[in-house]
């Protein structure tokens, strides 16, 4: 095995590599005995595992400018796009944020607190809301990489990822941190504190507590050049809507603008190549493409030693705040009367004994603004020890998270701007009066339409000892015991979503629970001293689900000094979240706009199709739960090798493969608007909808397109969909030496994805997906991260480098612009002194060259010219922090 020096341990701790790394250098001359991510078995710390592990040191983190589990999750190579709290605009996500490990998606991806579980987030059941975690007392983050876990659960197809707090914390900390980008908006602003007192040895009791607060203002669309519109001619990227203000409106086969060819540039234009005979509306132009945000962590920690045991009562507390801005509201299916005076009487082919059908982007009122409140917690009373040769840990928990949305400003009841247009108040292609204005501002609704919320509670027991000893140590084994049970629901305000049809919510009240009972085993075989084996099971037993046995091996050899091969297989197993069964089944609104395929094929206007209505539109699609779903299951294998040549440099290479069946998606909107023969089951048109459904659908609901064949909805509810395929590479090397000029840590990450390949259906071909964009996100094929640590005196500095490589676009545009995005590297350096008793001061500068976003034509998000998922949007930004320690 390895015989690491403190400097090689440092290596390790910083870049993450064995379990090893998870230990303080302290730790390395007492030789205890812990229990790491990814096993039971408590073992001496100087023994590496068969496990691939990277740790994340949370105050490294923080000397580089992060300050939340988010940021953390953003430097891990193995993680792909992630769901931030940018993708709250104009989705509705409830501002929460998620891991995404291997892309295998949020709901595959294991977070921990503390080696225990936290409540999913309110809103989907699904997902931990990074957000809930309280970054200001995590110590580290361990990143267990190779899939389900036998110990955890084995829905952790994707890997588990661990949060670990201070222990047995004594003194003060306290520290403020701000941020300020060189362009307009996004500054960021945080304090925290931490204090403990009692030593849990010397005294048998220790209690500490920690507190956060951290804000960030939001960044409009305008104020950065590469997202400021959706309309870019020359790279073929016109992302617009067809409700725009002056209005569109229709009647019969007549589409048309008063205000063509004009319009009202620069937010409503005449886009030739998209509308004959419309306006277009730059919605962009409109949108935050980073919302403000508040987070407040809590979080209080109670220990005493009772007769060699120990007694721990944990409690979590968070409080999020997420404020979005989008464009102002889309009024489609207004009639507007012969008899208005503001009806355009003499537009050419109008018939003026008839009524038109008006789409009004309602610019008096102002950008639409939604604020999604959360608030998480969790308590667990803990019991750890020692009986006879047994170590245990037993433990109650109770986690709850509640989230509500909530309207501030924008929308508008649909029923009184119809009134207002009827009785000849409104002029939908004018600027408003007074008067009208006034009608407006009455007719916007304010207040929660939304309230979630989930809950799980459980008991959990774990034992482990050793048993006889074999030529390399003794044989380890631990037994493990959980019960929990998972509640979830979901309901709407009806009187507000009844009226306001571009929340895309329909009423809806849902709501589900399960029972998870589980026993799990693990065996560690010490065979020589350059063999180690493991084995590991689970049964989980589901109240709605039945049941499922999953094993783990795993194997470490060390051939030769100071080299480790290691490999792993295992089985993984994940029932469907509560959400995905019985979240609500509610109409909103595509992401991207697509042409009705049967009364605007190929961009051409049909018969019986409406220009302002079926062309180039966002479409309204129907998703959510699905009770007919089955469990995916997985297969994960992983080979890897670990060495250290010379004294102080460490290196590993680890390949893995994952394969899932039954997998959980939804159909995308993007392949059933590609084939729309193979879903033409999924295509709802008004004619084949009830009088009920028609009513809230805005294509269906007004007097002439009620019965018509206008698309109401297509659906793409939850579904187990084909196989995925995944396997690659992950890398970590590091080095760490001592001269005249200081101490210095040298490190890199990386990760490459060899295939990454799914079928839309089973049967499907595959499809595949690594370094091109297909359906709704790419794959990147390569990610990596240097980081260099230079000591020297007070000083220390911090440079860290991350790159991700390009890959083809989404490309939904004509040949002649198809792109490929470009690699894309930031740059990060801090310098942190602390020449003063107690205090550090921190100055550094984030995206350090004011690299932008490459380009790119993806429609799926509502921020365009980029893709917000995987690039930083801040630009060059100074940051600095104070902190104070007794």
């Keep these: 095995m390895f015989?690491?020096?403190?400097?090689?341990?440092?290596?390790?701790?910083?870049?993450?590599?064995?379990?090893?790394?998870?230990?303080?250098?302290?730790?390395?001359?007492t030789l205890e005995r812990i229990e790491v991510t990814g096993s039971s078995i408590k073992r001496m710390v100087d023994t590496d595992s068969a496990l691939p592990i990277s740790v994340i040191s949370a105050a490294d983190l923080r000397a580089t400018g992060v300050n939340s589990a988010e940021g953390a999750l953003a430097k891990i190579a193995a993680s792909q796009s992630m769901t931030g709290s940018s993708q709250t605009i104009g989705s509705g996500t409830g501002g929460a944020a998620y891991a995404n490990l291997r892309g295998l998606g949020s709901n595959k991806t294991l977070v921990l607190l503390n080696g225990r579980r936290v409540a999913a987030f309110a809103f989907s059941s699904a997902s931990v809301?990074?957000?809930?975690?309280?970054?200001?007392?995590?110590?580290?983050?361990?990143?267990?990489?190779?899939?389900?876990?036998a110990i955890y659960g084995t829905d952790a197809i994707g890997g588990?990822?661990?949060?670990?707090?201070?222990?047995?914390?004594?003194?003060?900390?306290?520290?403020?941190?701000?941020?300020?980008?060189?362009?307009e908006g996004g500054v960021k602003k945080g304090v925290a504190v931490s204090g403990g007192f009692g030593n849990l040895e010397a005294d048998g009791f220790n209690v500490w507590a920690s507190i956060d607060k951290q804000t960030n203002e939001n960044v409009r669309a305008v104020d950065r050049d590469f997202a400021r519109t959706g309309v870019i001619p020359d790279k073929g990227l016109l992302k617009t809507s067809g409700t725009s203000f002056p209005a569109n409106f229709s009647q019969g086969s007549l589409s048309g603008n008063p205000s063509r060819p004009n319009c009202a540039p620069p937010f409503s234009l005449n886009l030739p190549d998209v509308s004959a005979k419309t306006c277009r509306f730059d919605y962009t132009a409109f949108i935050d493409i980073i919302p403000d945000t508040e987070t407040k962590t809590g979080l209080l920690k109670a220990s005493a030693k009772v007769g060699g045991n120990y007694l721990s009562l944990e409690h979590m507390a968070t409080d999020n705040s997420n404020i979005a801005r989008v464009a102002p509201d889309p009024v489609t299916g207004l009639s507007m009367p012969a008899s208005s005076p503001f009806f355009p009487k003499t537009y050419p082919g109008i018939d003026v004994t008839k009524p038109i059908t008006v789409g009004w982007r309602m610019i008096p009122g102002g950008a639409r603004t939604n604020q999604a409140s959360t608030?998480?917690?969790?308590?667990?009373?803990?019991?750890?020890?020692t009986y006879a040769n047994w170590d245990y840990r037993a433990g109650f928990f109770n986690a709850e998270s509640k989230g509500a949305q909530d309207i501030q400003n924008g929308y508008v009841n649909k029923s009184l701007i119809q009134k207002g247009v009827t009785d000849g108040k409104l002029n939908p292609f004018g600027e408003a009066d007074a008067a009208g204005l006034a009608i407006i501002e009455a007719a916007k609704m304010k207040g929660v339409y939304s309230n979630a919320k989930g809950s799980s509670q459980g008991l959990d027991f774990n034992a482990s000892t050793q048993l006889w000893d074999m030529a390399g140590g003794p044989v380890g084994v631990s037994v493990g015991a959980e019960f929990r049970k998972d509640k979830y629901r979901n309901d709407t305000v009806d009187s507000i979503v009844d009226n306001v049809p571009s929340l895309g919510v329909a009423p809806y009240h849902v709501s589900g629970d399960r029972k998870i009972s589980a026993l799990s085993t693990e065996w560690l075989f010490p065979v020589s001293k350059d063999v180690e084996l493991t084995f590991a099971g689970r049964f989980d037993k589901y109240s709605d689900f039945g049941s499922t046995f999953n094993p783990k091996a795993a194997i470490r050899w060390t051939p030769v000094k100071n080299v480790n091969v290691r490999a792993s297989y295992n089985t993984g197993f994940r029932a469907p979240s509560l959400d995905e069964v019985y979240g609500p089944q509610a109409v909103s609104f595509t992401g991207d706009?697509?042409?009705?395929?049967?009364?605007c094929k190929g961009g051409v206007v049909q018969p019986g199709g409406v220009e302002s209505r079926d062309c180039g539109q966002q479409g309204q699609i129907q998703s959510g739960g699905n009770t007919e779903l089955k469990p995916e299951k997985s297969k994960t294998f992983s080979l890897g090798l670990a060495f250290e040549p010379v004294k102080g440099l460490t290196a590993s290479i680890d390949y893995w493969n994952i394969k899932i069946t039954n997998s959980i998606s939804a159909v995308s909107e993007q392949a059933i608007f590609g084939d729309p023969a193979k879903y033409a089951s999924r295509y709802k048109r008004c004619k084949d909808l009830s009088s009920e459904m028609q009513a809230t659908l805005d294509r269906c609901n007004t007097p002439e397109w009620k019965n018509s064949n206008a698309l109401g909805y297509v659906v793409a509810l939850n579904d187990n969909l084909g196989d995925v395929n995944t396997d690659g590479f992950d890398f970590a090397a590091g080095y760490a030496f001592n001269n005249a000029m200081g101490r210095f840590q040298l490190g890199w990450e990386a990760t490459y994805v060899r295939s990454y390949e799914y079928q839309r259906d089973k049967g499907d071909p595959f499809i595949q997906n690594v370094g091109k964009y297909t359906d709704s996100s790419p794959v990147l094929r390569w990610q990596h991260a240097v980081t260099v640590n230079w000591r020297l005196g007070d000083f220390s500095t911090n440079f860290g480098l991350s790159h991700k490589s390009g890959y083809v676009d989404q490309n939904a545009v004509e040949d002649k612009y198809l792109n490929n995005v470009k690699a894309y590297t930031l740059a990060d350096l801090s310098v942190?002194?602390?020449?003063?008793?107690?205090?550090?001061?921190?100055?550094?500068?984030?995206?350090?060259?004011?690299?932008?976003?490459?380009?790119s034509n993806q429609g799926t998000v509502f921020q365009q010219g980029y893709d917000p998922r995987l690039t930083d949007a801040y630009g060059r930004t100074l940051l600095v922090r104070a902190s104070l320690s007794y």
């Design 160 to 183: 588990v990822i661990n949060f670990i707090t201070k222990r047995d914390y004594r003194g003060v900390d306290a520290s403020v941190n701000y941020s300020k980008p060189k362009e």
């Design 593 to 599: 706009p697509y042409d009705d395929p049967v009364l």
């Design 832 to 855: 942190t002194w602390s020449g003063i008793k107690h205090t550090k001061f921190t100055v550094g500068v984030k995206n350090l060259f004011d690299t932008k976003p490459p380009f």
């Design 129 to 149: 809301d990074l957000n809930s975690i309280p970054f200001a007392a995590i110590d580290r983050v361990e990143v267990l990489r190779d899939g389900a876990s």
């Design 3 to 29: 015989k690491k020096s403190q400097i090689s341990t440092a290596v390790w701790t910083a870049l993450g590599g064995l379990v090893l790394s998870a230990v303080p250098a302290h730790a390395q001359q």
């Design 375 to 385: 608030k998480a917690n969790r308590t667990v009373i803990s019991l750890d020890g």
